[in-house]
């Protein structure tokens, strides 16, 4: 019997984790934490989330108490809080040897307090947590996460940027510099507190650039595709807000150190992702979009090029709240606990 | 010279106005009235009502001063607050025998303050100012409209159901019980103001009906029915929200007093609009949608019958914000200065 | 070993069932059948479907066959053609005994060929077949569905309507007179090809009514009244396209036969389904919506009042593509093959 | 008496001339041509156009004739044909000394026939009629546009595209390699027949890039860029098809020659086009969207920096319908006929 804890669960990245978990093998239950709605039942909040279809369904499943009251009843512990509250229930976690998988950016920078500090606002309080955890990007650092207790689970932008990128960075095929990652997000992504940006004659029926230049996964994505090159990559990141609930679709520019055909360039990446169980690298003609990942844990990543082999052009498409949030968590929580990673994650796509 | 007052010009109905307005050549000057920006310009809050195209558009030419201010220095009042807030700026207006035109729910209940007590929870400071008042609408009042100081503009929902039922209850086609008027509106009609029901993630994507039984638009329809019937009616009407922009779409169900052929109930509807400058009756096999009145006064009529002539069903379709709040306020304006009622709102509807 | 085959699986309901079966335990092998497409890969039409996620995914899972040998493959056969054409596939299963279900209207109407002729003009071939095919909604035909062989599995709209109204027209809690059904489909509902009412310009942004009067479930939905209140109903219906992907949301208008409160009105409903593992009978403040049901099997109900419980408005809201097409074509194959009903259809709906 | 004829009335570029036409003081009457639906009147496809709030609009004012009989019933020719099409309305046209504007990208390219054969597949059959036009970006080409016969309208990207470039190419700012333009269109764009890419199940909720270093835009970028710097530009140019109805959002990179601060780089942007009615640089903080353009024949322009000064983002927004298409047109016929550039074209856009 593991019990599986899920700190901030009324949020989307919570509400998420919860419905996935919910047909998740290894998740014989759930301990929902809560600060600010303790007492209540999740399904006050999210009635989609009422079941009558599953056997042996109790009354009372998704009742949310304190957080530290579901650490201390959990195996594993999904914390999915907004930046600059993960310490104390990682360290509260750790000192029990739970697994702890953050989806905030408080455990994303590892030994680098500079970044986080520059732009979080913070200092780290338990030094000896960061410098323990992994940056969860499977894809890069499997066998780490395979070791850790303490997993940063990677920004949704991060993910669809980096993965774009890897093959290429990794391989030596792009130049360092000048690289552009433009990307729109669907309007989850902005989580589940109304707001101007959020409002639906607001955010309907248009496409806005948002903190162009100041956005807090700028050094995210910069630590990853550094990882990736072995050397400092600084890209210029655009994210917009365009009308669609779920994905991420990520439009990514790069120098070729020396042109490459079409067929060479797609041949890289396929070899170089072929293991992978949640990469797909479309066939030529395909264009990636979210629409083909939806509610699943793919990265979808289509490969073209301009002007005569010497630009590359890559789309990356995710689900926000799947590969770039829960799904990614919980494929991390499969490695760590040595599941098969592919656990709770098989679900196809509906492309409508 | 003539200046025209926009109370409440940040919500949406008023910088609806103030949009209109813009090419209205009876408004010389607009002086915006705000309780809470004054002193701001609107443009800060509407970027796009900022004019480089237009000859002499001054810079300055949308500050907010206080509702006071704007109505002394306007010949003309809008009022487009919430309601409960207009009696007072109706009496500044009509000590000095300004038009007033008020958006809200206080004038349009006449002598009837039981009614809008029960329903706004409130009494009326100003019998007299209500007993002068007319409901505006202009295809049922418009001798009254224009002698009227005092206009209570329709609701959007009530223009779109009255405009529906007025020839069926006034030529007694309709029986008076049963009908049913399910309507589905825009966000927009919701305001400018982010809340849960227009987060784009909860409005996108789905209908939801909303204040079943209880919406206070009910006494405002059963009232403007009653008044087109001649005897009481008691209407079930439904709301609900619907991931569009703008428009109201009402599909208006009733019983015939005898069966009817499709070409005689149109021929009914068209001859009793014949002269009604923004009521279309659709020909046959058209159905009203609120795609083809965006953005512009018209009201679209479409008639369909089912059982063999026994039940009838009419489609209404309006812009929220034009016909249902700014546009018939200028129509109402228009007819109570003795313009002519189409001025200012000659703008055919962009389908696409 | 069970081979489940899917003849016309390049539409959305082909599509769909493909992937809800994909995660059935019951379906160890899929069959699939298209008269246009047999040859390809229904890969190429929705790349969605391919997986990397799953072991042991085959290369060639999904390949498409002519329909006939999908058929002699299998041994259960879905249907999701255009109506007009499930006879002869019928035959052909049935003449080898293997359950057939089909999700056209081909089977709908059973003995009443003069009802199916009229409405979808066309004799039946094969009358012996529709004597013993029976109407697939598990809430008013389990124990007759578990003895089929042959499967009509029920309309979108139907669905939707019927389980609103069962309680109330079983119980006779309902005037069977003036019973007014007002319902909107997100575009799903309109198929795969497009069209100028599915153009994205034309369907975007406003809800129009459609076929009023004229719609093919109009003669079902008065069956499977008729069959639940005991005697005949003839329903308005009046459905609408609006611009959502997945979903119907139906607004049931009817009158009570004595006035109930709202709470008499939920307890009957919620103990009527209470054992009904996807019906679900919202509490009181609740309102059903298209987003807490989407890509899930349930059927969510809402329960309202107005003019003092004389009139009764039900809220009923599932997706179209599952529990109005897919999902319950597989919950109705669950029964017939002695499975439990909610064999691979525990999934949660995502609400956003 | 001015006789203004649209050819290729029923397009959504036709139909958004009409609908603009039909409030300009200089177009008293229309003549609207149609290859494949003369005779019939275009209120059947576009039942918002027809009117009965304008003063003497008679019916059959808007009946469709064939091309050559609106070429020579009019004072003033459009052509929104595909493209191919023009040359011999054009010639047509000049014969009698008509000022002929196309809206396709026939005449975009005057002397450069190489470029037009290469991606339109076609030579010229009158070189002197490309030899004689000017290309119709009035920001650009003013003058020439004055004594013009013959305008080739820009098409929709490229309008964006170089407004966002022109003040930095043209003083020298940018450098002129590396340039990068990814941009957003909505669904109009994509024009009035429907297909897979414009099926609301396929284009709703998503984005997706499409013809990636294929578009037939790019020539003609590269071409007005090129123009603009004074010297060759070749741009990386990527469109994605949004959820929107209307508008593009461009977001364009480029390195600066030496690092810029914000307020140098606005500076230099807003001197440049003081002048110029239909641009809008705005102020430090905003961000240009096309829900603050559409319907307008504005185009707003947001200016930004990253990595301390080093690269320049542009944000560049328009109506692909307005700017980009229809009210860019009519500017054009504005400034060839000596009339008040801004004619008609007045309008503020409705942000909500």
Chains 1, 2, 3, 4 share one sequence.
């Not at 989307?12 to 984790?17: I, P, S």
């Not at 750790?94 to 697994?99: Q, R």
């Not at 990265?299 to 789309?315: M, Q, W």
Request: charged share 15%; proline share 6%.
């Amino acid at each position: 019997m593991r019990t599986i804890a899920v700190i901030g669960a009324t949020g989307y990245a919570g509400a998420e984790l919860v419905r996935l978990l919910n047909g998740h093998p290894g998740a014989d239950r759930l301990a929902l934490g809560s600060t600010s709605k303790a007492g209540e039942s999740l399904e006050g909040l999210y009635p989609n989330l009422a079941t009558k279809a599953q056997a042996g369904a109790a009354s009372g499943r998704l009742l949310l108490v304190s957080p530290s009251e579901a650490v201390d009843a959990a195996d594993v512990v999904f914390s999915a809080q907004p930046s600059g509250c993960a310490e104390p229930l990682a360290a509260r976690a750790s000192a029990s040897g739970k697994l702890f998988i953050d989806l905030s950016a408080d455990f994303r920078f590892g030994g680098d307090e500079a970044t986080y500090e520059a732009w979080y606002g913070k200092k780290y309080a338990e030094p000896a947590l960061h410098a323990a955890a992994v940056y969860g990007l499977p894809e890069l650092n499997r066998q780490g996460i395979a070791a850790a207790r303490i997993v940063g689970n990677p920004g949704c932008y991060p993910t669809a940027s980096s993965l774009g990128l890897f093959p290429a960075l990794r391989l030596g095929l792009a130049r360092r510099e000048g690289i552009v990652i433009d990307a729109a997000s669907g309007l989850t992504g902005a989580g589940r507190e109304p707001s101007r940006s959020t409002h639906y004659s607001d955010a309907a029926d248009s496409v806005t650039p948002y903190k162009i230049g100041s956005h807090r996964h700028i050094p995210e994505i910069n630590a990853a595709l550094s990882a990736m090159a072995g050397d400092g990559v600084e890209a210029v990141f655009t994210p917009h807000l365009a009308p669609m609930g779920r994905g991420i679709v990520a439009t990514i520019y790069f120098q070729l150190q020396k042109p490459l055909t079409a067929a060479e360039l797609r041949e890289a990446y396929a070899s170089f992702y072929a293991e992978e169980p949640f990469v797909r690298v479309l066939p030529e003609g395909a264009v990636a979009t979210n629409r083909n990942v939806r509610l699943s844990n793919y990265c979808d990543l289509s490969l073209h090029l301009a002007y005569g082999g010497k630009t590359a052009i890559v789309v990356s498409a995710i689900d926000n709240m799947v590969k770039g949030a829960a799904g990614q968590a919980i494929q991390n929580m499969n490695i760590a606990l040595g599941l098969d990673e592919r656990t709770g994650l098989a679900m196809l796509p509906p492309a409508f």
